[in-house]
């Protein structure tokens, strides 16, 4: 049974940086295309970013641009998210998700077939 597991949400002042760690047990790594999504309160989960089995594709939405940085440690079953520049709109749930469709990544929750259990990420101004 594949799980997740996020780490290093937290309380952060605007133009800070965060680091979020995602584990995936139960199964291989490598045959995984990674995600991560954010919610906020009463609003719906949105995409921020993914990456292919193997890391050579990535993909990001407008937003997090030039601020945040997907990548995958496959020795250590982990994908990270490394967030620069943090503004007060990034405050949300991180969510971090499993597609078992390897070499494509979706944008929508549904194309995602695993997820942990989210991570709190506040940003304040």
């Known amino acids: 049974q594949v799980q997740l597991v996020e780490s290093g949400g937290g309380l952060v002042q605007a133009g800070g940086s965060l680091r979020l760690s995602c584990v995936l047990s139960?199964?291989?790594?490598?045959?995984?295309?990674m995600g991560w999504f954010r919610q906020a309160p009463g609003k719906e989960r949105k995409f921020v970013t993914a990456?292919?089995?193997?890391?050579?594709?990535?993909y990001y939405t407008d937003s997090v641009k030039g601020r945040f940085t997907i990548s995958r440690g496959d020795a250590k079953n982990t994908v990270i998210l490394q967030m620069n520049s943090l503004k007060p709109e990034d405050t949300a749930v991180y969510y971090c998700?499993?597609?078992?469709?390897?070499?494509?990544?979706?944008?929508?929750?549904?194309?995602?077939?695993?997820w942990g259990q989210g991570t709190q990420v506040t940003v304040s101004s």
């Open positions: 998700a499993a597609s078992a469709n390897g070499n494509y990544y979706g944008v929508s929750p549904h194309e995602y077939d695993y």
């Open positions: 139960g199964d291989t790594f490598s045959d995984y295309a």
């Open positions: 990456i292919n089995w193997i890391g050579s594709s990535t």
